[in-house]
Each structure stands twice: as structure tokens, then as C-alpha cells.
């Protein structure tokens, strides 16, 4: 096991239930069976606040929790390239941009067996971000 993917999981700050949520989204991955809940506050088509909750293996937590750092106070706009991003890197664009330095810790070649655990929050949040 990764140690940074564990470090990553335990900065679980954000792993909680966000009361009065202006948006939320639910998904499974039928592959495993992880589950994401996604629960935000967006105001002004900025995301304030960010919880998550799931039964999910520890990668699917990781990129949950690096997701939730990387969206307080971001315009919906940049999560859905970043959504994007995240797809392309997995699609074969190993390169992922500079401006998303902090995914570099889940982001690598190695991790790409687990594409489908990982990408799972980036599926959930793009539900919300592309309303």
C-alpha cells in the first residue's frame, strides 16, 4: 500500500455530511461496489463548502479528499475541467497540468489499475458542476 495515499485519507476533514446542501449527487460503481455521496454548498456559482461521505476503498477516498481540497471557494467552471482533466489523464494524457499540482499524489501511471475507484467523486461532482 501506498503511503501517501494513506497520508491522503487521513486529512478526512471534509469526509462529513454537509447540512442545508444546495446540491448533492450519489454514485456507485458497479465494478467494486464503492459509493460516493457528494454534498456541496454553491453560492454565486462558487463551491463554499464540500463533504463526502461513502463505502468506498481507500483510492476512492483519496481522490474524494484531495477533491474536496481543491474546490472550497472554485468557480463550478474549473471542478468540470478539472473533471475533464482528470478523465484525459486516465485516457492516456499522463502529463496532468501544472495548475492541478495537488492530484499529482494520486495521479500517477502506477495508480491506473484503480482508474475507476479513483475517478468515481470526479463522475459524482461533474453531475453537479454541468447543471
Not at 105 to 121: D, Q, S, V, Y
Request: proline share 2%; charged share 30%; with cysteine.
Amino acid at each position: 500500500m501506498d503511503l501517501e495515499i494513506l497520508k491522503i485519507v487521513s486529512d478526512n476533514n471534509s469526509n462529513k455530511y454537509v447540512k442545508n446542501h444546495t446540491h448533492h449527487s450519489k454514485l456507485k460503481n458497479p465494478l467494486c461496489g464503492d459509493e460516493i455521496k457528494i454534498n456541496l454548498i454553491i453560492k454565486e456559482d462558487k463551491i463554499i463548502n464540500f463533504g463526502y461521505e461513502g463505502k468506498s476503498c481507500i483510492y476512492c477516498q483519496a481522490s474524494a479528499s484531495l477533491l474536496s481540497q481543491i474546490s472550497i471557494n472554485k468557480k463550478k467552471s474549473k471542478i468540470k475541467e478539472l473533471c475533464d482533466d482528470a478523465k484525459s489523464f486516465f485516457d492516456g494524457n499522463l502529463k496532468i497540468m501544472d495548475k492541478w499540482k495537488i492530484m499529482n499524489k494520486l495521479f500517477k501511471k502506477k495508480n491506473h489499475p484503480r482508474k475507476e475507484c479513483i475517478l468515481l467523486p470526479f463522475k459524482a461532482i461533474k453531475k453537479i458542476v454541468s447543471l
